[in-house]
């Protein structure tokens, strides 16, 4: 059997844009992704005005949990799994490991991924709370 395509008024098909997604030991196109890997691109958020990061992502990640103290906010994304131990996840903001993402201004953002189970394997015990991949604008 002989399947022909065509294209009305000359028109050529839509080419698939792949999308690339961090991974935590290099990128991968998104349909070769098999884990829990979801991302905040800017050009997805547009120019809305945003206080900080925490505001940013917050909405846009399944099972992200913000939580505010005050002034002070704590991210959670895989629920409380530890009675003593800190539940935050991992940050890493351009391959550097960083305690704290709270200085960071909205604006410079380029793409946030947040990696959860087996995503976050590769980090250890330390992604063991999920994994934040921030990557700034150049």
């Keep these: 059997m002989l399947l022909v395509v065509s294209c009305a008024a000359g028109r050529q098909p839509a080419a698939v844009e ?6 935590g030991y290099g990128s991968l196109d998104r349909r070769e992704v098999s884990t829990s890997v ?6 997805d958020v547009g120019e809305a005005a945003y ?5 940013y992502m917050e909405g846009r990640v399944p099972g992200l949990i913000i ?3 005050g002034s002070t906010a704590t991210i959670n994304i895989r629920g409380a799994n ?13 391959g550097s490991v960083v305690d704290r993402i709270d200085d960071i201004n909205p604006r410079e953002v380029k793409s946030i991924e947040v990696l959860k189970d087996g995503g976050a394997a590769i980090y250890g015990s330390r992604g063991a709370n999920g994994v934040i991949l921030i990557t700034l604008k150049k």
Aim: aromatic letters at 16%; zero cysteines; charged letters at 20%.
């Design 67 to 69: 939580s505010w103290s």
């Design 18 to 23: 792949s999308e690339a997604v961090n991974v």
């Design 82 to 94: 530890s009675f003593y131990g800190s539940t935050e996840p991992l940050f890493v903001v351009d």
């Design 51 to 55: 206080a900080n990061i925490f505001e």
């Design 38 to 43: 979801t991302k905040i691109d800017s050009k």
